[in-house]
């Protein structure tokens, strides 16, 4: 966690002297700001990648810098269906291959005896539940009576986790977040108390319908990482 606040800081340092440098007219560059603003964050989400074994985060961080550079590169007949084929294609791949190494295996494979490939699945397990969704958009039911843990590894897709039949193991557990590029739904119980605490580069959490009770005995702690995403956790 610090490295990666490190890194991000460090980014966004250069990024502020580079544009006052330029506005001085002490250096010249001719980037348009959005295209530095970009690199920074791939560049962040790449080495974060490579650091933590991120099969995903770091192929497709690599796409996008080379969309960004398509015209540097002379690739831009392959920008952007072709690009992100090859990409979800190596992920893929080397996922089958090497899914003993890297963290976060191919998201359509089984896990831990439960298939996830349904648009909406009802997901049973008494403890831990690991859910991973690339480029898809889903919806799950969350049907168990003694929760602990839930890991979600979300990349270009869309979630939506419904908790309104779900017990917490000792009035407690821990939902942990990894999404780039991803739009994430949680419905929880108004009785429940959200304690958020999520690393993110630029993403936004909102909360929505939140009651304003002043003893809650039922607790969720997020955790996990936001790159350019979105949470809403909406209470019913």
């Known amino acids: ?93 080397l996922s089958l291959i090497f899914h003993s190494f890297f963290k976060y295996s191919f998201g359509w494979s089984k896990l831990g005896g ?26 799950r039911y969350v049907k168990t009576d003694h929760l602990q843990c839930i890991k979600t590894n979300v990349t270009l897709a869309t979630l939506r986790l419904y908790f309104n039949q779900t017990e917490l193991q000792n009035h407690q557990a821990t939902l942990i977040i990894n999404s780039t590029l991803s739009e994430i739904r949680l419905y929880v119980p108004k009785e429940w108390d959200v304690a958020i605490n999520i690393d993110n580069i630029l993403s936004e959490i909102k909360e929505e319908n939140k009651p304003a009770h002043e003893v809650l005995t039922e607790r969720l702690n997020l955790r996990g990482s936001l790159n350019l995403s979105e949470v809403k956790i909406i209470y019913v």
């Open 1 to 93: 966690m610090r490295t990666r606040k490190l890194i991000t800081g460090v980014g966004l340092l250069g990024l502020a002297v580079l544009l006052i440098l330029n506005k001085l007219e002490i250096i010249s560059f001719h980037f348009e700001i959005w295209t530095i603003i970009l690199t920074i964050f791939f560049g962040v989400t790449l080495i974060q990648g490579l650091a933590h074994r991120r099969l995903t985060e770091s192929i497709f961080s690599i796409a996008f810098l080379c969309m960004i550079y398509a015209s540097e590169l002379g690739i831009e007949k392959l920008v952007p269906w072709t690009i992100l084929a090859t990409a979800l294609l190596i992920d893929i791949g």
């Open 114 to 139: 439960k298939n996830y490939d349904d648009a909406k699945q009802a997901i049973n397990s008494d403890e831990k539940i690991i859910i991973n969704e690339r480029m898809s958009s889903s919806i």
